[in-house]
């Protein structure tokens, strides 16, 4: 079982940057794949960025050279670091883990983070 806990999300303007968190716990030596999915006003979820175990990234493209992901295994937290932020990034920010344990694969989500960009 894992927890993943998001924080960070907040009003800000056009142009800012903020940084988005994600605590995990519990049987986390068994998560592999991580990632920040979000959903914007009437859109489905859709993947932001991705982080592998090994450290490799990937981003939708419309977040390329703004959004940066990354991991820190010793204090459990995975972040989401986002400069120049524009309103179309509004929306509810969820954090995601993929969970093996043989045989069992299963995935966790956050409650989410609300991120709006506005002025």
């Known amino acids: 079982q894992v927890l993943l806990m998001e924080s960070g999300g907040d009003l800000v303007q056009p142009g800012a940057s903020l940084t988005l968190s994600c605590a995990f716990a519990?049987?986390?030596?068994?998560?592999?794949?991580m990632g920040w999915y979000r959903q914007r006003p009437g859109k489905e979820r859709e993947l932001v960025a991705g982080?592998?175990?090994?450290?490799?990234?990937n981003y939708d493209d419309s977040v390329k050279g703004r959004f940066t992901i990354s991991r820190d295994t010793a204090k459990n937290t995975l972040y989401l670091q986002m400069i120049s932020l524009k309103p179309e990034d509004t929306a509810v920010y969820y954090c995601?883990?993929?969970?093996?344990?043989?045989?069992?694969?299963?995935?966790?989500w956050g409650q989410g983070t609300q991120v709006t960009v506005s002025s």
């Open positions: 995601h883990a993929d969970y093996f344990r043989y045989p069992r694969l299963e995935e966790f």
């Open positions: 982080i592998t175990s090994g450290g490799d990234t």
């Open positions: 519990g049987d986390t030596i068994h998560i592999s794949d």
